[in-house]
Nanobody, 124 residues
Framework: QVQLVESGGGLVQAGGSLRLSCAAS????????MGWFRQVPGKDREFVAG????????HYADPVEGRFVISRDNAKNTVYLQMNKLEPEDTATYYC?????????????????WGQGTLVAVSS
């Protein structure tokens, strides 16, 4: 069982940047892909970005392509989401998740472990 803990959320003005971190502990072997999702009240959790174990293959949702960068440091068991040029529409609770395989997945149902979430609020 892997445990995930996000950090780095907060309040930022539009155009600003934040970096989220996701620290993994427990059974981190198995080379899973990792993903970031976000959710606002009343809406489904949506895929934001994902990467494979080696970090050499990434995939982004269209709204964040070119603004967000996902990366990982396996030596530290940590995944990052660098968010640049933030927009009010990026306001949400952000979750990191471990996939059931090494393949990047957009469906939340293909992830087997989730963090508690960290809130990002972007003011206009």
């Amino acid at each position: 069982q892997v445990q995930l803990v996000e950090s780095g959320g907060g309040l930022v003005q539009a155009g600003g940047s934040l970096r989220l971190s996701c620290a993994a502990s427990g059974s981190t072997s198995g080379l899973p892909a990792m993903g970031w999702f976000r959710q606002v009240p009343g809406k489904d959790r949506e895929f934001v970005a994902g990467l494979n174990w080696y970090g050499d293959h990434t995939h982004y949702a269209d709204p964040v392509e070119g603004r967000f960068v996902i990366s990982r440091d396996n030596a530290k068991n940590t995944v990052y989401l660098q968010m640049n040029k933030l927009e009010p529409e990026d306001t949400a609770t952000y979750y990191c998740a471990a996939a059931r395989s090494g393949k990047i997945e957009e469906l939340a149902s293909n992830y087997i472990a989730w963090g508690q979430g960290t809130l990002v609020a972007v003011s206009s």
